[in-house]
């Protein structure tokens, strides 16, 4: 089962334009990961925020964190056409003691028009 | 240096065969996990292994099996394939499974496309 659930599902925004991608999930976490998926392809990881950050940048990603809601946020500024894809968030779950894996919501599918 | 490599890219089975997926991690790298990705759904966790013990299990009936070799390759088998078993399946590799993945993303090869007819 997910454990997290992206909205929305679809988004399409033009180019230039920001584009602003939520995740919630059920259970406390360690961190939370956001990886991108163009069509067809593995997932590159965008960016790592741990549980005791409420924000961080690289480039022109914003994840933002908040434990409280049990949700994060992924603002992609200044959009190019390359940015679209399927962007996913992924929690951490306790396999053994120091071993995890990531458990996936469902994604957003993110489209920038030219 | 390469990425994670996974072969074959694609397959095309029938139902009752038998399927083998290989996987190669990033030089340096001693954990390999497994994802199954139904068309348009989030990655769902297959098996992990590191030092060629496994360090869990999802929930996938035994048909699903896996192993993890010396030079740290690993080999995800599935027996008995239903139509549902069609989906594209990733592998992950990450330095160290022992340590939190805190500190550690997991990095992906682009995965095998099967398709069961």
């Known amino acids: 089962s997910q454990q997290g659930e992206e909205d929305p599902q679809a988004l399409s925004i033009q180019e230039g334009e920001n584009a602003t991608m939520n995740c919630s999930y059920k259970t406390s976490i360690n961190n939370l990961q956001w990886y991108r998926q163009n069509s067809g392809r593995g997932l590159v990881h965008l960016i790592l925020?741990?549980?005791?950050?409420r924000e961080k940048h690289s480039g022109r990603l914003r994840v933002t964190l908040d434990t409280s809601k049990k949700s994060s946020s992924l603002l992609i500024t200044a959009s190019r056409a390359a940015d679209t894809a399927s962007y996913f968030c992924?929690?951490?779950?306790?396999?053994?003691?120091?071993?995890?894996?990531?458990?996936f919501g469902q994604g957003t599918r993110l489209t920038i028009n030219p | 240096d390469a990425g994670v490599t996974q072969s074959p890219t694609h397959l095309i089975k029938t139902r009752g065969q038998h399927v083998t997926l290989r996987c190669s991690p990033i030089s340096g790298h001693k954990s390999v996990s497994w994802y199954q990705q139904v068309l348009g759904q989030g990655p769902q966790f297959i098996f992990q292994?590191?030092?060629?013990?496994?360090?869990g299990r999802g929930n996938f009936p035994d048909r699903f099996s896996a192993r993890q070799f010396p030079n740290y390759s690993s080999e995800l088998n599935v027996n008995a394939l239903l139509l549902g078993d069609s989906a594209l399946y990733l592998c992950?590799?990450?330095?160290?499974?022992?340590?939190?993945?805190?500190?550690?993303?997991?990095?992906f090869g682009d995965g095998t496309r099967l398709s069961i007819l």
């Open positions: 925020i741990r549980s005791n950050e």
């Open positions: 992924a929690t951490d779950k306790e396999l053994i003691q120091g071993a995890q894996k990531l458990v």
């Open positions: 292994y590191y030092e060629k013990e496994e360090r």
């Open positions: 992950a590799s990450s330095l160290d499974g022992s340590l939190s993945l805190s500190n550690q993303p997991q990095h």
